[in-house]
């Protein structure tokens, strides 16, 4: 058995951040988006060995920049497909049969802090199929039809918001994404539907998702904040 592979996702073609280019190559502190959690994988301590699931075209981009930062861990670095649970496939590919633990983390969210990784691999100590970061949700939630109209009003008790990395025992993982079906948003999604067993546990406000410029600009703030 080896120890824990980590499949970084960075393969979405960033439609709602709108740039000239893929998302993961926006600029973050002067340099590309991806070099962020790139650095911050190769820096935990848990991880063995990265897989970067890269855009169509921007795989060079991605292994220049591997070697630039000095990620010796990077051991592959594939195309990603059209939805992210497709990359996730991909990436997954490229993980030995025998990782005993495989965490999915999201480019997108660059400010990846070390205890998160701890706490999701630890999790998987404890009997879990996969643990998952995630935040309790502070206000109330309202399912609305696109004229405005509520259908129904969701109270936030027991809701959380989940975030990645998300960590998977490496088989029951791969045996879920492989029905090629299997199309939820969060890796976790498709290992519930497979009859996983999967935890919450405590997520990290600093793991936002930089979906739009304005999610850039405030993990730039956050980040000058954690240097
Ligand atoms: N992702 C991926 N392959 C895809 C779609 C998404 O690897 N086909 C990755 C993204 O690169 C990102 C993460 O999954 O790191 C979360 O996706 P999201 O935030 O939706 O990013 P994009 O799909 O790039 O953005 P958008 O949906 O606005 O196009
Ligand atoms: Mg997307």
Redesign the pocket.
Known sequence: MTGVWAVL?????????GADR???FAKLGGRPLLAEPLERLEASEWIEAVVV?A?PDWEEPVILLAEELGAGKVTACVT?????A???RRGLAEVPEDAAVVLVH????PLLPAEVVERVVAALGDGWDGAVPALPVPDTLKRAGTDGAVTETVERENLYAAQTPQAFVGSKLREAMADERANASDCAGVVEAAGGRVCVVEGDRRLV???TAADLELVELLLSGDR
Do not use: N, Y
């Open positions: 996702v960075a393969a979405g073609r960033g439609e709602r951040f893929p998302k993961a699931v855009p990603g497909g059209d939805r992210r497709d990359s996730v999201d480019a997108a969210r998702k930089v979906t």
